[in-house]
């Protein structure tokens, strides 16, 4: 799916015209005032936590705004290009607006707006059976070939922008006229794709061309970021691909993988994990801790992959590339000798870090991407306009030039979702997308008594937490199975009572978030969870 992208860069020179006041010459010339203008302070800067997230999620949703094309509104491919519009990277934008809208930085009106344009757009522009292309002209809608044989419709480009579509749909709910028509017109272009389209005796594949038929040869065949894929071909209303074509393709080698990779268990996917964007790109939207299925725990997959991309960079890569505990991420970016796949182990990592792998991990690693945030933010050469360049290797003191849209998106959604959830409330919310969970087998797990999406780190054992930036308060989700009476209290290494029953209330069975320790001294400390006889503690690790 990867390859070097080759790019026309345009510099487009603005120029500022400044009005004048015409002096009157037959009145006195004024008197100058002896006393200098005082320049206004600039604004204050918030250095906070909460500051930073809204800085650099700000910016870079910009890059779906701001330097949207302004013909279609299509995210563009980077930011080296004028009229490549990227198909996927549009998906992920438009869950960028959603988030953005959310917010407040634009308004509902001018998302609807930009909505409507570019779904008129996208309803003119070349389609292959429903499915558009990897690359479109945003200012024409003609395909743009990603490759000699690739110029006909990409099923998983199409997946990511309609699951950013139907994100947009479920947000957008008013009943005002505008609303309802971007809904309905939401629903006639996930209505025309033609999933079935793609599947070729028996497997459901990549690519299908006018000119070159299934030639290009690529089963999705897991695991790699194409989950998503799957579960929009079989949420169709109507074009949905029969369940057993996900079991035979998707599952069908090389799936399943059982190995310990730096104290870190993989079910199912590649040695090491692969680049992080195959955690993150189907779970814009998915929402992990919700899904389990006979070979995996996806939390806990995407979790564990998160963490051994950040023990390699940490433990094991050689110390020449600079990597610390605020420097790490290793997924497909630029480098300095064109585009590539990064990953954590020999071979297939030569000092590039991309920003978009530890930040788009925010929802599954806090501490470790907020690490990485301030040090990026403290990279000057870093900074952009939109956020920060695409990658960097510092042993190379190399910096990309670009942005790219498809590791830009991943930023701004996973910070909402690490902050609010918004993007996997909306699509997990979404009927059909549960229908087709449930026809792949993919259940909500049974949950146990505990601290259910903590992890202990490999080698100091210890769950490792900051402070919400929105709250300023430490945040961890518990479930209770048992229906007696839950309390949870903070211990000291000495086992010392610090806080006594920190929930608000007497605790029913289910799901809650714990929230605690504005004042608290950093350190480690025990979380203890009792209910009745039954005791279940968590080590942590407060900064």
């Known amino acids: 799916m990867y390859t070097f992208r080759n790019c026309i860069t345009i510099l487009i020179l603005g120029i500022s015209i400044n009005s004048c006041n015409k002096v009157d010459t037959a009145q006195p010339t004024p008197t100058p005032n002896p006393t200098p203008t005082t320049t206004p302070p600039p604004d204050p800067v918030d250095t906070s936590d909460k500051g930073l997230m809204d800085k650099i999620q700000k910016k870079t949703f910009q890059y779906f705004w701001e330097f949207a094309h302004p013909v279609s509104g299509m995210a ?17 934008g438009i869950m960028a607006i959603v988030s953005a809208t959310s917010r407040g930085w634009i308004t509902r009106t001018q998302a609807v707006e930009r909505l409507t344009k570019l779904t008129n757009f996208l309803e003119k522009a070349d389609r292959f059976h429903g499915v558009w292309s990897h690359w479109i002209n945003a200012s024409s809608g003609k395909v743009i070939p990603f490759s000699a044989k690739d110029n ?29 028509a971007l809904r309905d017109k939401i629903k006639t272009l996930w209505e025309g794709v033609e999933w079935k389209w793609h ?25 790699n970021e194409a989950l998503i894929t799957y579960v929009l071909s079989l949420a169709s209303p109507t074009n949905a691909i029969p369940a057993n074509i996900y079991e035979r393709t998707w599952k069908g080698g090389g799936y399943e993988n059982g190995q310990d990779y730096l104290g870190y268990k993989l079910d199912i996917g590649p040695a090491f994990g692969g680049p992080l964007f195959l955690a993150q790109y189907s779970f814009l939207g998915l929402d992990p801790r919700q899904m389990k299925d006979l070979n995996t725990y996806y939390w806990k997959h995407v979790v564990n992959t998160t963490l051994i991309n950040r023990a390699y960079c940490v433990e094991k890569a050689p110390k020449t590339h600079g990597y610390a505990e605020n420097n790490w991420g290793l997924t497909s970016s630029d480098e300095p000798n064109g585009y590539s796949d990064h990953s954590p182990q020999p071979g297939r990592d030569n000092g590039t870090l991309a920003p978009t792998a530890a930040l788009s991990s925010f929802p599954f690693t806090p501490y470790y991407s907020m690490l990485a945030l301030k040090n990026f933010d403290n990279d000057k050469q870093l900074s952009r306009t939109y956020g920060f360049a695409d990658a960097y290797n510092k042993k190379s003191n190399w910096y990309a030039a670009d942005h790219i849209a498809i590791d830009q998106g991943p930023i701004v959604i996973m910070m909402e979702n690490y902050r609010t959830g918004l993007i996997w409330k909306l699509f997990m919310g979404i009927p059909e997308i549960k229908s087709a ?61 610090v806080l006594r029953n920190l929930l608000p209330s007497q605790s029913v069975a289910g799901a809650g978030l714990l929230s605690f320790g504005d004042n608290i001294t950093e350190g480690k400390y025990q979380l203890r969870l009792t209910v009745g006889t039954k005791i279940e503690k968590l080590a942590v690790w407060l900064h």
């Open 76 to 92: 563009l491919e980077r930011s080296s290009t004028f009229d490549t519009g990227a198909t996927g990277g549009t998906g992920f």
């Open 199 to 223: 599947i070729n005796n028996g497997d459901l594949y990549w690519h299908w061309s006018p000119n070159f038929n299934f030639e290009m040869n690529l089963k999705l065949r897991g695991y």
């Open 152 to 180: 006909g419709g990409d099923l998983v480009e199409t997946s990511y922008l309609v699951a950013g579509l139907l994100t947009a749909k479920e947000y957008f709910n008013g009943s005002d006229a505008a609303e309802t």
């Open 437 to 497: 969970l449930s026809k792949m087998n993919i259940q909500k797990p049974i949950l146990t008594t505990g601290f259910p999406y903590a992890y202990l780190e490999s080698n100091n054992k210890i769950f490792e937490m900051m402070k919400h930036p929105d709250s300023g308060k430490f945040e961890i989700d518990y479930f209770v199975a048992e229906s007696d009476k839950a309390v949870i209290d903070l211990m000291d290494e000495k086992g010392e009572n």
